[in-house]
């Protein structure tokens, strides 16, 4: 059985910085595509940030370019999220997801969900 479990959310201060990592169980975690999607309160799905399987591939939003750093352990079959330079418009419902592919960058052929880490933003 497939499951993402996110950690790391909470507040932080604007300019600050979070880690967030997702721990995957229940398939071979170094044969797929991940990727890091948040929901702001009130708004749609955003895909934030995606990695190839072997992390030879990384892919951002333009919103988060330059200050998030998506990254995975194979060994420890966790991925992560590094967010440095935090706004309040970083604050969201942040969900880890598995793509159904070794390569992708992308919410498209995304096949499993975690339950989502909160992070706030703000003074």
């Known amino acids: 059985q497939v499951q993402l479990v996110e950690s790391g959310g909470g507040l932080a201060q604007p300019g600050g910085s979070l880690r967030l990592s997702c721990a995957a169980s229940?398939?071979?975690?170094?044969?797929?595509?991940m990727s890091w999607a948040r929901q702001a309160p009130g708004k749609g799905l955003e895909w934030v940030s995606g990695i190839y399987n072997d992390g030879s591939g990384t892919y951002y939003a333009d919103s988060v370019k330059g200050r998030f750093t998506i990254s995975r352990d194979n060994a420890k079959n966790t991925l992560y999220l590094q967010m440095n330079s935090l706004k309040p418009e970083d604050t969201a419902l942040y969900y880890c997801a598995k793509d159904s592919s070794s390569r992708a960058a992308s919410l498209d052929d995304v096949d499993y969900w975690g339950k989502g880490t909160l992070v706030t933003v703000s003074s």
């Open positions: 229940g398939f071979t975690f170094s044969s797929y595509a």
